[in-house]
Nanobody, 121 residues
Framework: QVQLVESGGGSVQSGGSLRLSCAYSLSILSTNVMGWYRQAPGKERGLVAALSIDGRTYYADSVKGRFTISRDNAKKTLYLQMSSLKPEDTAMYYC???????????????WGKGTLVTVSS
């Protein structure tokens, strides 16, 4: 069964904004940490931002001050608000979830299929 479904990707010009959403059907224990990762063509997938159930956050240096991760537990949805987008933000963005905070570094248990973000100059 599908457990993480991303949406909100699209094409935007440099300097624009997008909000990604990830609807999940996992238990609260399986989503103690949730995160957004991205993979650009020809590059490895990397962490963009992570958020714990108790509010701890992590952001990659490249997105600090421009992206904000948040979640609505009642709606079981994770968000990524992206502002001041740059062409180098172009990538497939993936939502992920896992039981342990440290999993955002070591490996998340659950993954969505991704949503594509394209930023043109």
């Amino acid at each position: 069964q599908v457990q993480l479904v991303e949406s909100g990707g699209g094409s935007v010009q440099s300097g624009g904004s997008l909000r990604l959403s990830c609807a999940y059907s996992l238990s609260i224990l399986s989503t103690n940490v949730m995160g957004w990762y991205r993979q650009a063509p020809g590059k490895e997938r990397g962490l963009v931002a992570a958020l714990s159930i108790d509010g701890r956050t992590y952001y990659a240096d490249s997105v600090k001050g421009r992206f904000t991760i948040s979640r609505d537990n009642a709606k079981k949805t994770l968000y990524l608000q992206m502002s001041s987008l740059k062409p180098e933000d172009t990538a497939m963005y993936y939502c992920a979830a896992s039981p342990l905070w440290s999993d955002y570094e070591t490996g998340m248990d659950y993954w969505g299929k991704g949503t594509l973000v394209t930023v043109s100059s």
